[in-house]
């Protein structure tokens, strides 16, 4: 059973920053894409950012670029995203996900068939 598992969520004011990481047990890590997701209260899950297995390509939704940046460290089986200049919308929580493949990085929820339990991130005005 594939199953990540996400830390690094918490309170932060406008402004802050956050780390946060997923860790991906047993041999499921090696060779696949790994994405952040993210839901909001009342929101649908949304693609935030996806990292192939290589690191050498990343996709970032637009309404992250610039702010946070997705990397992997895959000696450690560990995603993070590191998340800075956060605003008050960025408020959700936080879901890792693996990829069905290594190479593509498709924001499709669809495409990801492993998933965290999630990471709570609220940032304060």
């Known amino acids: 059973q594939v199953q990540p598992v996400e830390s690094g969520g918490g309170l932060v004011q406008a402004g802050g920053s956050l780390r946060l990481s997923c860790v991906v047990p047993?041999?499921?890590?090696?060779?696949?894409?790994m994405g952040w997701f993210r839901q909001a209260p009342g929101g649908e899950r949304e693609f935030v950012a996806a990292?192939?297995?290589?690191?050498?390509?990343?996709n970032y939704a637009e309404s992250v670029k610039g702010r946070f940046t997705i990397s992997r460290d895959n000696a450690k089986n560990t995603v993070y995203l590191q998340m800075d200049t956060l605003k008050p919308e960025d408020t959700a929580v936080y879901y890792c996900?693996?990829?069905?493949?290594?190479?593509?990085?498709?924001?499709?929820?669809?495409?990801?068939?492993?998933w965290g339990q999630g990471t709570q991130v609220t940032v304060s005005s």
């Open positions: 047993g041999r499921t890590f090696s060779g696949y894409t």
């Open positions: 996900a693996r990829h069905s493949n290594g190479v593509n990085t498709s924001p499709n929820i669809d495409d990801y068939r492993y």
């Open positions: 990292i192939t297995w290589t690191g050498r390509s990343t």
